[in-house]
């Protein structure tokens, strides 16, 4: 029995396509936006008996976003969760960001976001069911250098999920933050080599980060048993932050 599709934005890699294994695992139905190419997400949630759908999305063009929607309407069960996890993080001094990257970042990180929310939670609230789960950063509490476009990205999320939440709690939709610490995926590894080998000694639990210790907090803000947590960012970090 579904529980309906979980849509898990940027999922074709890293920490999105193990949110999107957690979800399946979960008994979610999951539709996939992503510039890259979803293959090996679709084997892990066919893997686990669920249906797939996936469309190359540039979360940053309302056109796409909003013919995603319509796709994901007409070829999958209603949607009952949209993790908006599509993200880039370039490592770029103040004095090397250009309004351009500046655009580029805040475009991805928090324009998408808000696109893909426009192009998902009216059904939502149509259906009076639905989570949201967007993704910030722990950077936005620790001094973090060469990170400014990037921070100001996801405390943008974090503004973003507080003020949405308080719009759309009366129709039984939640928004809330999962804010991950610094995480073993092959394009934070190829961005910065050096930071994982200090970054996990600050951490209460002092190891590196895997995708897979993010996705319970996923599942659990995607589940019945949260429906009365909202507006909420909770830090997986193994204990860096304190929020
Ligand atoms: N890895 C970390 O250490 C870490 C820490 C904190 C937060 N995060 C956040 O987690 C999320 C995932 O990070 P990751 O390390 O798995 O990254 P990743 O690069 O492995 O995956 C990001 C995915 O987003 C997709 N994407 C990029 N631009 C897009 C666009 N315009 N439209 C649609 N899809 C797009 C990419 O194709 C990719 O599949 C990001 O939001 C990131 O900011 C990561």
Known sequence: MSKGTAVVTGAANGIGQAYAQRLAADGFDIAVADVGDAAATRALVEAAGRKFYSAIVDVTSQTSTLQFAADVSANMPPVAALVNNAGIYPWRSFAETDYALWRKVIGVNLDGTFLMSKAFVPGMVERKCGRIVNVASTTFWLNAPDMTAY???????????????????????????????????????????????????????????EPQDLVGVVSFLCSPDSAFVTGQTIAADGGQVRV
Do not use: C, H, W
């Open 151 to 209: 921070i100001a990205s996801k405390a943008g999320v974090i503004g973003f999920t507080r003020a949405l939440a308080s719009e759309v709690g009366t129709f039984g939709v939640t928004a809330n933050v999962i804010a991950p610490g610094l995480t073993n995926t092959k394009s934070m590894r190829g961005t910065n080599e050096d930071i994982f080998d200090y970054l996990p000694q600050q951490q209460a639990i002092p190891r590196v980060i």
